[in-house]
Every structure is written in C-alpha cells, then in structure tokens.
C-alpha cells in the first residue's frame, strides 16, 4: 500500500476546498472533476487522512486529489486543523481553497433555491450566515487562495478554477491582479493592495473620460505622469521580496489588487503593467478588471 510518507516523499499536494454555503463549493468541485481530479464531495474533516490513504492505495495522481468540506461538523475547525496537521505531518502538503461571497449575495442565493442555511436552526437566513463567518473566520484567514465569487455565475468561478488548477502543474506563485475601484470596497480575497490614486485621474479630461485603462490614450496618459514608472519599479522590487517569501512558506496563490477612485481609468492600467512585469519574471500571472463597465 502506498502511505501518505511515501506520496509526500513524492511531493504529493492534497487540495482541500471549502467556504461559505451558497459560495460554490460544488461548483468548484465539478470544475476540478471535469479537468481529471479525484474530488469527494462534503467529506467530514475526520476522513481527510484516510482519503489521502485511499488516493495513494490506488495509485491517483498525487497533485490531483481533491475534497470538499463543509462547515456542518460543530468542531468543524478544530477537526480540519488536526486533519490538516496529520496530513502534513505524515509528509503531504496541504492546500486550502476558502470560496467567499458577500452576505447580501448569500442571501439572494438561498432565497433563489429557497432553501434554509445549515446553521441558521429556528433563527433567521442572516443568522445562520453570520454564525458560519465566525466558525470559518480562522479557516479563511490561513487559506492558501481566497476566491470571491459575489461577482461570478458558475461558468465564470468554473473558469476561475480552470485558470488556477488547469495548468501544467509548474512550481511557482500563481498571482492574480485585479483591479478596482475604491467607491465599490476592497475585493475580499485580496492578499495585497495598491492604491494608485496618487496619480491624476483621467476622468477630469474630457476626452479621456469615456474610456478605460485598456485603451491606449488613456494607458499613454497614466503612464506619462510624475512618479508613476518609479511607483511600478519600486513596487515590482517589493514584489519579488513578497513572492520569494510566500513561496518559502508554501503559499502557492496571491490576489494583488489594484485600485482608484472608479476602477475605469488608473488602477486598469497599472493592473496591467504590474501583470505583465510580474510575467516577465516567471510568475504565472491572470489579469482582471472588477469595476470596468460599472459606471
């Protein structure tokens, strides 16, 4: 029989997904069935080593095996930190995928199915939310990739987790770049931010006003302005310190993201500049815009 000592030997990667109901976890796991991953669905925690055991038993692909977990268990979290740590432990590297979304979107999609929360008992939807936020918050907190899907219909967190387990495997930080604009909130998966409205908003000239960072008038504009080439040197320098450090402690996936007032004109070209520096020095590097469109 094959043990997990000797899979981690091997460098076996045990992926782990989990969130919020109603975040997608389903849909997730489907995406991860459709691209030849072994996944098992709402596994309690307590099984997570005998699965890995089973995995290496029938010889699965080691970085391909996956479960997904909810938050039904009342020692949910101090089940999956003990999973998490005999996994580990026993040599097999463990990855936490953390699906999120908004409590106001949560709640339009369980009204949608009109079906309950599994916590929400006698009280109200909002209620059985807020308790699963706080059983979760330390699982999310040490989550390797954080994806909010408030903005995603299933095709596009399918396509999200295509991007992010769909490659070729290759070793390195996958980083994604997102822009935004600072009058819709933070992105909630975000690992780091920029805030690049120290720069002059394109939106007070008037022919600037109707496009976005992607067209090139507006790129040229950005672009051309005090500080903003220092800023991206500067920051591209700080970046490889983050990345060098994240990849020393394991942690495969960032979410960098870029804002501005609006998230139309200056973090959009920024994104895309950072994106395409960060390409240059080998990182795996997806590129999107929030708030373009929005207005």
Known sequence: MSSPEDQGRAGTAFVIVTGMSGAGRSTAAKALEDLGWFVIDNLPPGLLFAMAEEAGRVKLAADKVAAVVDVRSLAFTTDLNAAIEELEGRGVRVRVVFLEASDEELVRRFENVRRPHPLQGDGRLVDG?????????????????????????????????????????????RVNVVSFGFK?????D??????????PNPHWVPELRPMNGLDSPVRDYVLGQPGAKEFLDAYEEAFKIVA???????KSYATLAVGCTGGKHRSVAMAEQLGGRLRD??????VSHRDVGRE
């Open 129 to 173: 939310i807020a308790r699963e936020r706080g059983i979760l918050r330390e699982v999310r907190a040490n989550a390797d990739l954080v994806i909010d899907t408030s903005a995603h219909n299933v095709h596009e967190l399918r396509n999200k987790i295509v991007a992010y387990f769909g490659g070729d495997n290759r070793p390195g930080l």
């Open 190 to 199: 975000a690992d780091l931010v920029v805030d690049c409205r120290f720069l």
């Open 184 to 188: 819709y909130g933070l992105p909630v």
């Open 281 to 286: 020095r080998g990182m795996e590097v997806q």
């Open 244 to 250: 060098t450090g994240y990849a020393r402690e394991g």
